[in-house]
């Protein structure tokens, strides 16, 4: 099993749904950040949590919300989406000894 | 705000050359790391270097930081076609907090058989 799981690994949705993508981890890790990726932009910050009870706004987080449900499961949440949310979506997590990331899979999310 | 940048954007060379990718930075950091993405897949740690450090080699790879200049290069030698991917520098410390990575716009590399 991988280490990050990311589901669903891709998913249609019509503008104005509201859409949860999931993050779990097997890496104990308290760290967990969701990312997206759009072409030319490289990857931007939308919300990290530093543990279960911690919860930061990242650079993106207009239109996001997020849920630390545990140490091991990380939601990103969009109460309506928008084509502009479009995009491929990462969900990463961090041990502050080690300080790299490791990385899901993504999520490739289009908003019709 | 983009805290790294890569350069170039897209670096094309034939197998068994070596690959050069260079980062810039802004701010003050803790540590620079670099990832590969190979396409729409999730990224990959490759190699970090502390602030305090000016070189480090993993196998193939070779990062080298200037602080002074706010810039790391990271060279790929002996280039391989199955090197072919997206690579991506990403600074932590940014500004002197416990802040979070913040990630480059990449250098797609292809490496021709």
């Known amino acids: 099993d991988a280490d990050v799981t990311q589901t669903p690994r891709n998913r249609i949705t019509k503008t104005g749904k509201r859409i949860m993508l999931e993050c779990s981890q097997t890496?104990?890790?308290?760290?967990m950040y969701w990312y997206r990726q759009d072409p030319g932009l490289g990857l931007r910050l939308i919300y990290y949590s530093f543990d279960v009870k911690d919860i930061n706004k990242g650079e993106i987080s207009d239109g996001y919300s997020v849920s630390r449900q545990a140490q091991a499961k990380f939601s990103l949440s969009l109460e309506s989406a928008i084509p502009n949310q479009t995009a491929l979506y990462f969900c990463?997590?961090?041990?502050?000894?080690?300080?790299?990331?490791?990385f899901g899979s993504g999520t490739r999310l289009t908003v019709v | 705000s983009q805290q790294g940048e890569e350069d170039p954007q897209a670096l094309s060379i034939q197998e068994g050359e070596n690959a050069t990718m260079n980062c810039s930075y802004k701010?003050?950091?803790?540590?620079l790391q670099w990832y590969r993405q190979n396409s729409g897949r999730g990224l990959v740690h490759l190699i970090l270097i502390r602030s305090n450090e000016r070189e480090k080699h993993s196998g193939r790879l070779r990062v080298t930081l200037d602080t002074s200049k706010k810039s790391s290069s990271l060279l790929i030698t002996a280039s391989r076609a199955a090197d072919t991917a997206s690579y991506f520098c990403a600074t932590g410390g940014n500004g002197g907090s416990q802040g979070n990575l913040i990630f480059g716009k990449g250098t797609k590399l292809s490496v021709k058989p």
């Open positions: 701010t003050s950091i803790n540590n």
């Open positions: 990463a997590t961090s041990d502050p000894g080690r300080l790299g990331y490791t």
């Open positions: 890496k104990g890790h308290d760290r």
